[in-house]
């Protein structure tokens, strides 16, 4: 039976199953995997104050990218809910909303991490189920200067 309990929620296709069509997902898998190692771009509803982003099991989305891109125009301060809450996972995200609003960043009900507008930051998700929580890796934009506790963080990324 196939599953798709792995952190970038990729099919795991049972043995014996997939028969004539093992190209093909394996084909769909690979393109998943291009997918989680590059850029996407979200929309937040307007003014919304809760958004999810939910990494869908064997096809594509937005929120598999590990560069993730929050656009929108916001009133007040968005929490965002990436799901499910069993990865992890290491993420980079970009708060490009407009209306000068912080998005808040969160997996389960352990701790989040507020993303100002205008501002990057590399977080990670622990995938601890239901008390899943979010963590600063280290590594922030702010007004363009790039900041780090992490010396190969900016070098690599800034």
Known sequence: MSTYVNNLRLEEIGTG??????GTKTNTNLELIGQAVGFGTEAITTNADTHASTVADGSADEAR?????YTGTLD?????????NTMKRVHIIQNSTSGAQNIIIKQGSG?????????????YLDGAGS?????DAGFSTVSGTTT???????????
Not at 17 to 22: D, K, R, V, Y
Not at 76 to 84: E, K
Not at 131 to 135: D, L, N, P, R
């Open 65 to 69: 990218a590990m560069y993730i891109k």
């Open 111 to 123: 701790a989040t991490i507020t993303i100002p507008n205008g501002e990057t930051r590399i977080v």
């Open 148 to 158: 780090g506790k992490a010396i190969a963080m900016a070098i690599v990324f800034g």
């Open 76 to 84: 007040s301060a968005c929490t965002i809910t990436i799901s499910p």
């Open 131 to 135: 008390g899943a929580a979010v963590a």
């Open 17 to 22: 199953e997939a028969s004539g069509t093992w």
